[in-house]
């Protein structure tokens, strides 16, 4: 196991310095809404995955008196091996990522190093109702495990963007460009095909942990599951003629509107979909098994427990649900919990957490 022992932050969001100790368990940050807890989790983010998940700017995580920010997190394995990340970013220099001090080439040297599990209100709104949130889901999950699903998808969105400029150019003269989109259109289907496959396994695979969890969480009164609808699917020549068949069309719209960026997950409890039928309660339900399975994927193909990151998850549950969801994760590995309700359901979580007081 691994886990986060430290984090100290410099001019990040409203912290002009912070520090704080985790546990390697259940670590609860409690505090008035905007206080800044939800800024603990996006740091401990950003040395996971050199990124927000709060916005694609690194510039808004800079404290608004100062010109850069600095995240450092020391990470400790079970054996005691240490490693020392810090994650920089400056408006004039750009972002600098560094392992002991040492600069890594790129984020992919850190992605999959110190994995994390992130559960927060966004995420709700923008998985289960959006198919690129659920897209990201797959994405982030199988890239955290897999550095060739990685490569491939930063090369389909290379190709991809490289497209949909020769569909643009194409609409005044699209003889010149046939050659050019036959050869694009080749190294997407080999892409799509691949990343397609890959993503039918990574669904299939995590479908029945998934229900087992959510059963766990409901007390067996709901049943949940997770369909995927890929927009082309087969081999690399069967994507190529689709996408072919679509050029018509495409040049009509102006951009590619086939290919593995329009899959989407039909999520459903009870056989109806979630996002026209489900509570919030339902739908804070699903997604809290949801990322409890992307966890347990991560740590059954890396061997590592990822860190899990739930920001004010229990908002919409009632009390019993609340319970459940901390006596399940109670063992699971590190987590790190953001909450202003925690005195309503403390009396019945029946271990030791980690309290982190912010004033």
């Not at 310095?17 to 505090?31: A, P, Q, R, V």
């Not at 095909?193 to 695979?205: A, T």
Request: glycine share 8%.
């Amino acid at each position: 196991m691994m886990h986060l022992e430290n984090l100290r932050l410099i001019n990040f969001r409203s912290y002009e310095k912070f520090e704080t100790d985790f546990s390697d368990k259940i670590n609860i940050i409690t505090g008035n809404n905007g206080i800044g807890k939800s800024s603990v989790l996006e740091a401990v983010h950003y040395l996971s995955l050199s990124k927000s998940f709060r916005s694609n700017r690194d510039e808004e995580a800079i404290h608004f008196n100062s010109d850069h920010f600095v995240s450092k997190g020391t990470f400790v394995s079970d054996n005691g091996v240490r490693e020392n990340i810090s994650i920089s970013f400056s408006k004039n220099g750009g972002k600098a990522i560094k392992s002991h001090g040492k600069l890594l080439e790129n984020s992919r040297d850190l992605i999959g190093r110190h994995p994390v599990v992130l559960l927060s209100p966004e995420d709700i709104i923008t998985t289960i109702g959006s198919p690129s949130g659920q897209r990201k889901f797959m994405n982030m999950t199988m890239s955290q495990v897999n550095k060739n699903h990685l490569s491939r998808l930063m090369s389909y969105r290379g190709v991809l963007k490289q497209r949909n400029a020769a569909i643009n150019m194409a609409a005044s003269g699209r003889e010149s460009y046939e050659s050019t989109l036959d050869a694009l259109e080749e190294q997407l289907g080999e892409l799509c095909s691949s990343i397609w496959e890959d993503r039918v396994n990574f669904i299939n695979e995590i479908i029945p942990e998934f229900q087992k969890i959510f059963n766990d969480l409901n007390e067996g009164k709901k049943e949940g599951n997770i369909e995927y609808r890929p927009s082309v699917s087969g081999t690399k020549n069967e994507i190529m003629e689709v996408l072919k068949l679509r050029r018509a069309n495409d040049f009509n719209m102006g951009f590619t509107t086939k290919g593995l960026h329009r899959d989407k997950l039909i999520f459903k409890i009870n056989d109806r979909a979630l996002k026209k039928y489900g509570s919030k309660g339902e739908n804070k339900s699903f997604m809290i098994a949801l990322r409890l399975t992307q966890g347990k994927f991560i740590e059954k193909k890396t061997g590592i427990k990822p860190i899990y990151l739930l920001d004010d998850v229990f908002m919409e549950l009632d009390r019993n649900r609340a319970i459940e969801t901390v006596k399940y994760i109670n063992g699971i590995g590190q987590v790190i919990i953001t909450t202003t309700n925690y005195e309503e359901w403390s009396d019945k979580v029946g271990f030791k957490v980690n309290l982190i007081g912010l004033s």
